[in-house]
């Protein structure tokens, strides 16, 4: 695998791979890889010429500075990781490199009522950072294909809006989350979790079972309700918990009202903040991210 720390060297190789011809999968990342960022390495491997992954831990969107202090950097392990998952280059770049002028904004987006929901709502800025660094990035790789995971569901239609603001011909694939044998999804923040809190964590993938299970025969509203409720049981202080149209991220009344509908879940469980989600259902446009 090849590593390259400044935009220019990574354009350059990358510029030569281009005219040879070669399709381009991109799997941006803030790094302390797991299976799951792996997943969408290898899908990029399956299908393009060339796989670059990034690692940056973007400070644009952490709204808390705590946060992105305590978020796990493992480097070694990861460049281990990438490797054997036959990446072909990691972009590995510094706050300079990404943001030469600083912090502020190069391109504003709209995202209406994308980003003033669930993640949106809970973590302010927090999708106008992620904006930036995914638009700053797309500028520097200009891949054919980005690979991003459905666990961070409300982060895949945000840069899908983006994509299609800027009128971008790159194609948006969403991974299918990679669980733990117990059913929490992998996340870089898991390892934060302390051993009992881990024990416990599972519970948010078996609420968000259990409202698949029932929604047959119960209205969204009922089963926030019992969600919120089994969170609280369970030891988690929830955030939110919704049932929405996967278009249009708004909380669906009925499950008959839309042809595509996912619970979204974010609560703290000993002060770590986790989330996740799971289709409910999806009707047509199977092949499109959101
Ligand atoms: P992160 O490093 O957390 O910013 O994640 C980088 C990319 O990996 C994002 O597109 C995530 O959605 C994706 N990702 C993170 N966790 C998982 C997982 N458990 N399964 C699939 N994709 C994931």
């Known amino acids: 695998m090849l590593l390259f720390k400044k935009v220019v060297d990574l354009k350059h190789y990358l510029a030569k791979e281009k005219r040879a011809g070669k399709s381009i999968g991109f799997a941006p990342t803030m790094g302390a890889l797991h299976a799951g960022h792996r ?86 800025g927090h999708f106008a950072g992620v904006a930036q660094a995914v638009w700053r990035l797309l500028d520097i790789v200009a891949p054919d294909v980005l690979y991003m995971g459905q666990k961070d569901f409300q982060q895949v239609s945000i840069v899908a809006s983006m994509l299609q603001q800027m009128q971008s011909a790159v194609r948006l694939i969403m991974c299918a989350t990679i669980r733990e044998p117990d059913g929490l999804a992998m996340s870089s923040r898991n390892v934060l979790l302390s051993t009992t809190a881990r024990q416990r964590a599972p519970l948010l993938f078996h609420i968000l079972e259990m409202v698949r299970l029932k929604m047959k025969n119960h209205l969204p509203a009922d089963l926030k309700l019992e969600a919120i409720h089994s969170l609280r049981k369970g030891g988690f202080e929830p955030d939110y918990f919704e049932i929405v149209d996967g278009h249009t991220l708004q909380a669906v009344q009925t499950f008959e009202q839309a042809e595509f509908v996912v619970a979204c879940v974010a609560a703290k469980l000993d002060g770590i903040r986790l989330i996740d989600n799971i289709i409910l259902k999806r009707i047509g446009a199977e092949d499109a991210p959101v």
């Open 39 to 124: 997943s969408l390495v290898e899908r990029s491997q399956a299908e393009c010429d060339l796989t670059v992954c990034s690692i940056f831990v973007n400070p644009a969107q952490f709204n808390d500075p705590k946060d992105l202090e305590k978020y796990p950097r493992t480097e070694r392990q990861d460049i281990r990781l990438l490797n054997q998952a036959h990446c072909d280059v990691l972009f590995l770049p510094d706050v300079t490199q990404m943001y030469p002028d600083g912090h502020k904004m190069s391109k504003q987006f709209t995202f209406g009522l994308l980003d003033k929901t669930m993640e949106g709502a809970s973590r302010p």
